[in-house]
């Protein structure tokens, strides 16, 4: 069972900090994140059929998300940090229907070992409104429960 947060109060309006706990060894949430991201990163009833990613600073990551009705949704970004098993840094932008990618935010994940358990600090900054922020809150907790019963599942 997990521990978790979603505390926006503790956030600037246009930042999401999401905190969990996980049963699992920092090493394995470290690789769930860096080359297991498609089994776990799109929302219940959403697959992703798509889940690339160049591991590096400078790297270049891609992934297609399809929503339950088959409409597919791209999005990507840049690693800017990677800091094994400890800290990743990377940004993400959905892209537009032109096909061209929208907005950067920059997602902060911070990974710190607590015996054999994964303390997780999300931070997801540079939202154009509320409304968004509070949609990525939502979409990103259903993974991160998704991600949890595959770390239960070990």
Request: a negative charge; one cysteine or more; proline letters at 6%.
């Amino acid at each position: 069972m997990d521990e978790r947060s979603s505390n926006t109060a503790t956030a600037t309006d246009l930042e999401l900090v999401i905190n969990r706990t996980f049963d699992a060894p920092r090493d394995l949430v470290w690789k769930m994140w860096t080359e297991r991201m498609g089994e776990w990163s799109a929302p219940k009833g959403f697959t992703m059929p798509v889940s690339e990613a160049d591991l590096r600073p400078g790297g270049a990551w891609r992934a297609c998300m399809k929503t339950p009705e088959g409409k597919a949704l791209w999005l990507g970004g840049v690693y800017r940090e990677l800091a094994p098993p400890e800290r990743l840094v990377f940004t993400h932008a959905w892209d537009r229907p032109d096909g061209k990618p929208g907005p950067d935010t920059l997602v902060t994940v911070t990974l710190t070992e607590r015996a054999n358990r994964t303390e997780m600090n999300f931070r997801q900054t540079g939202f154009d409104s509320v409304a968004d922020r509070d949609g990525h809150d939502g979409g990103w907790t259903e993974c991160f429960d998704i991600l949890d019963e595959i770390l239960a599942k070990g």
